[in-house]
């Protein structure tokens, strides 16, 4: 099995300010960790993602991800929140082998104030 | 290179009818999804074709729902009758292959049903 929680249902952050969006993943195996962004009456756009290599992952728009193997994580990061950026985050995975699709976590919603 | 097209965009039906919607993937595409995604939900994988062939629909409520990829090409998803609860967004997916390439995905804008 496979699957992704993401604990925070809402995460608020002043603009310019530093944001974190967190995700945790349980699968057997090595994963594949994805991260997507979805705007109002939009379909979900990809932002990064980790399959192998440097556990610092660098995307879309000034997002970046970093892989926790011990703790099973793979939090959203950017350096400085722009109003622009607010918008349902969706972390998802997949196991390395198969033909599984990817199983989305239950998505969080970033606000940013201006 | 064209999107993931669905249709309709939008579609509002009593329960007990039917409905269906249609995607066409990004050419070339060989795997195609569909996910439904209930409000304050993240998506939830429907069914996932390989070509023409179904390689998992084991979340699929197969009295009501429905889906065919004839030619390998486009789909059609069909729920008979509708439920209120089947008020969502429903998405399509697609990507080269399975497996380890199936990190390709792209979405489609998606069809909102809402059930009356």
């Known amino acids: 099995a496979q699957s992704v929680a993401q604990p925070e249902d809402q995460v608020n952050v002043a603009e310019g300010n530093p944001l974190t969006v967190k995700c945790t993943y349980s699968?057997?195996?090595?994963?594949?960790l994805f991260w997507y962004v979805q705007y109002p009456n939009r379909g979900l756009q990809f932002l990064l993602k980790?399959?192998?290599?440097?556990?610092l992952v660098k995307g879309s728009y000034g997002f970046e991800a970093e892989f926790n193997k011990s703790q099973t994580s793979f939090h959203l990061k950017k350096p400085s929140a722009l109003v622009s950026d607010s918008a349902l985050y969706f972390c998802?995975?997949?196991?390395?082998?198969?033909?599984?699709?990817?199983?989305f976590g239950s998505g969080t919603r970033l606000q940013v104030q201006p | 290179e064209a999107g993931v097209a669905q249709s309709p965009r939008y579609k509002i039906i009593e329960k007990r009818q039917s409905v269906a919607f249609w995607c066409n993937p990004i050419?070339?595409?060989?795997?195609l999804y569909w996910y439904q995604q209930i409000l304050g939900q993240g998506p939830k994988l429907l069914i996932q074709?390989?070509?023409?062939?179904?390689?998992?629909d084991s979340q699929l409520p197969k009295d009501r729902f429905s889906a065919e990829r004839l030619k390998g090409v486009d789909s059609t998803l069909k729920i008979q009758p509708a439920k209120l609860e089947d008020s969502a967004v429903y998405l399509c997916?697609?990507?080269?292959?399975?497996?380890?390439?199936?990190?390709?995905?792209?979405f489609g804008s998606g069809t909102r049903l809402t059930v009356v």
């Open positions: 074709f390989q070509n023409n062939g179904v390689v998992d």
């Open positions: 980790y399959i192998t290599g440097d556990n």
């Open positions: 998802a995975v997949i196991k390395e082998e198969g033909r599984r699709a990817l199983t």
């Open positions: 997916a697609s990507s080269i292959r399975t497996g380890v390439g199936s990190y390709g995905y792209t």
């Open positions: 050419s070339g595409h060989a795997t």
């Open positions: 699968v057997s195996g090595n994963p594949y």
